[in-house]
């Protein structure tokens, strides 16, 4: 469905829990390379759990996943691969570049090798006189920004991002959304962004994967054919964008059958 | 800072904000050693006027300068059995570290090694060190293992237990990251899960040099002063079979400074290794 060559795809898939709760149904999709993908949904609609799927940190009971480019699925190297938590899963007792150094301090690489590619992941993120600085000094924006530039470090090819700026206020997740999209713009990776903001998920992405609960499944998928930046001009004020975010409102709620959106 | 003392001149004297802080802080810390300081020494004064007022014998209760005197007196013969008691608990804390971390390793590694061994650390645990003092002196010839394997027996549970739970208490998004980027299980363990346990051993560190030295000084309770050398708890049983009271009282002494100094020491290790990120170690600004 993709303009480019898919570089994943979800044939069916499907999770059952141990405890027989069926959290993701028949989920297929064409993940595009350089695109940006939000999964959209209320709780339990299997966005995290597709998610996680993808990241490997859970396996499918149904349909596979199939990788047409690495990073592949199981056995092989999946560094290419990064993953954004909620909550900026910071390793308190190590300094910013201790922590973005993480992912190639655990693929062999010494400090000293790997010195560039942390700085360089720091200012992609705007922290470079943060170094030496411990999590607890920073701000919430500021910790999630370390975050994100750990999953930067390994240059992936797919970055898979779970509700990461919920927990912040406005302000800050408007800064972080548009720096978000410079980075992906400049190094052309893929995203998959989940939410439950269907404001934020108009504004970021190429394409929608809207999701409903019991059973987690995908309803509707919406293309957002904007041109990027979107912060320029006044995309987010705009006739069109309130056009998208309406369409996409009733994707949402056409499936809801009354139930509520909780946020 | 305050509108209504500002005067004309206000940067002639007002100092600005930061250094006012930084003054309120000193002084804060001076007075956190200045009170219990004073505290002690006020107690001592009352003691001493006590004992002098009342014409109290020495071998009832020896005025605070007469058990100085005696602990420096006899330094040539109490300091060996300090050394003995100081000996005696670094050897079993020592131990105790050793065992209660491998243990607790190998408990995180395998939950049937737990759920069959963890009673066992409990039943160790519960029973009074006193009632089978005398039984592991039985059974243990010589009489130097038969102390230090009670003094183990007692600071061995809180390392124990407070490894456990440290090592289980890694963030579990942190664990996913890692397997996420093929971390090594000897990776998993040295990045993630030692600093992660690290605040919870050494708080299980400070009670269990504490717990030491009450071993180390049951123990020897109950072993008697059969040796030749004996500790500081044997001093205390033979001053009182002599009723050489200030002897006993300078030897009391010398075993609450030690226990002191290994919690002052714990306590400083703990800064030193945790201060710089953990809750538990942070000033609070208020």
């Excluded at chain 1, 600085?133 to 924006?141: D, T």
């Excluded at chain 2, 040796?227 to 002897?247: D, H, K, Q, V, Y």
Aim: aromatic share 8%.
């Amino acid at each position: 469905m993709s303009a480019s060559a898919p570089l994943v795809s979800l044939r069916s898939v499907s999770k059952r829990f141990p405890n027989g709760t069926l959290a993701l149904q028949d989920m297929t999709l064409d993940v595009g390379d350089h695109e940006f993908i939000s999964f959209l949904g209320p709780s339990g609609c299997g966005k995290s759990t597709a998610l996680r799927l993808m990241a490997g940190l859970t396996r499918n009971t149904g349909g596979e996943l199939v990788w047409h480019q690495a990073p592949t699925p199981a056995g092989g190297e999946r560094r290419d691969l990064g993953f954004v938590f909620q909550e900026p899963t910071l390793m308190p007792w190590a300094t910013v570049f201790d922590n973005v150094f993480l992912p190639m301090r655990l693929a062999g690489m010494s400090r000293g090798e790997a010195d560039a590619k942390v700085r360089h992941a720091l200012e992609m993120v705007g922290l470079s006189r943060f170094a030496s600085v411990y999590p607890r000094e920073l701000s919430g924006g500021m910790k999630m920004r370390v975050s994100i530039a750990r999953t930067l470090v390994t240059q992936p090819r797919l970055l898979l991002m779970d509700e990461p700026f919920a927990a912040l206020d406005e302000m800050t997740r408007s800064k972080l959304n548009n720096d978000l999209l410079a980075i992906w713009k400049e190094h052309r990776f893929t995203i998959i962004f989940v939410t439950h903001s269907v404001y934020e998920s108009v504004y970021l992405s190429d394409r929608i994967v809207v999701m409903a609960p019991r059973p987690g499944r995908v309803v509707d998928q919406i293309h957002i054919d904007e041109p990027y930046p979107r912060n320029a001009g006044d995309f987010h004020v705009s006739e069109r964008y309130n056009a998208h975010v309406v369409r996409v409102q009733k994707a949402l709620h056409a499936n809801l059958d009354g139930l509520a959106i909780d946020h | 800072m305050n509108p209504s003392t500002a005067s004309p001149l206000p940067a002639v004297q007002a100092s600005n904000p930061a250094e006012q802080i930084a003054r309120a802080g000193r002084r804060e810390a001076g007075l956190r050693v200045i009170l219990p300081l004073a505290l002690i020494a006020l107690l001592l004064v009352a003691w001493e006027a006590i004992v002098r007022i009342n014409q109290i014998p020495h071998y009832i209760l020896p005025a605070p300068t007469l058990v100085l005197r005696t602990l420096f007196e006899q330094w040539h013969s109490l300091a060996p059995s300090l050394w003995f008691t100081v000996k005696l608990t670094l050897m079993a804390l020592a131990a105790a570290v050793v065992g209660g971390v491998l243990l607790a390793m190998a408990f995180a590694l395998s939950k049937w090694v737990e759920i069959g061994l963890f009673p066992l650390a409990v039943v160790m645990q519960v029973t009074p060190i006193v009632a089978i003092a005398p039984l592991i002196l039985i059974y243990v010839d010589n009489t130097m293992a038969a102390l230090l394997i009670c003094a183990w027996i007692v600071a061995f549970f809180p390392i124990l237990s407070n490894t456990v739970i440290g090592l289980k208490s890694a963030d579990s998004n942190l664990r996913d990251l890692f397997g996420l980027y093929r971390a090594s299980p000897w990776q998993l363990f040295r990045f993630l899960l030692v600093p992660s346990a690290l605040p919870y051993f050494l708080g299980g560190l400070k009670i269990a040099g504490g717990l030491a030295l009450i071993g180390a000084v049951v123990a020897e309770f109950t072993a008697g002063s059969a040796g030749r050398n004996t500790g500081l708890a044997s001093r205390i049983l033979e001053s009182m079979f002599r009723t050489e009271i200030p002897m006993m009282f300078a030897a009391l002494l010398l075993v609450s400074l030690l226990g002191i100094v290994i919690f002052v020491a714990f306590a400083g290790l703990a800064k030193l290794m945790i201060g710089h990120w953990h809750e538990s170690e942070m000033r609070r600004e208020s």
